[in-house]
């Protein structure tokens, strides 16, 4: 079970980070990765962490603003948003794999067999 929090309302420019915790079983092996969904718009690759040591990949839309990152201890994953803009307004929501793929394959929400229920963010301009 992955349960996402910590969304809210935030004017352009400012933060928030995201969080998801993991339950039920030990995620620290999963490829963990965050999507989101504007109202209307399809769910959209953000960013993917293969575990490991390898590091992070993100979406053009939001590379260089968004770090995510995992505390294994916790078995809980980030996602550090900065620099928001309006259009990064949406449904956010943690997925997690068993299976480590190539990431094209990552980038697609069909990959998953396990997501949390969504936390909205909303960026007022």
């Known amino acids: 079970q992955l349960q996402a929090s910590g969304g809210g309302l935030v004017q352009a420019g400012g933060s928030l980070r995201l969080s998801c915790l993991a339950s039920?079983?030990?995620?620290?092996?999963?490829?963990m990765a965050w999507f989101r969904q504007a109202p209307g718009k399809d769910r959209e690759f953000v960013a993917v962490?293969?575990?490991?040591?390898?590091?992070?990949r993100y979406s053009d839309s939001v590379k260089g603003r968004f770090t995510m990152s995992r505390d294994n201890a916790k078995n809980t994953v980030y996602l550090e948003m900065n620099s928001l803009k309006p259009e990064d307004t949406a449904a956010y929501y943690c997925?997690?794999?068993?299976?480590?793929?190539?990431?094209?394959?990552?980038?697609?929400?069909?990959?998953?067999?396990?997501w949390g229920q969504g936390t909205l963010v909303t960026v007022s301009s």
């Open positions: 997925a997690a794999s068993p299976t480590r793929k190539v990431y094209s394959v990552l980038a697609s929400p069909r990959t998953y067999d396990y």
């Open positions: 962490l293969r575990g490991g040591s390898e590091g992070s």
């Open positions: 039920g079983r030990t995620f620290s092996t999963y490829v």
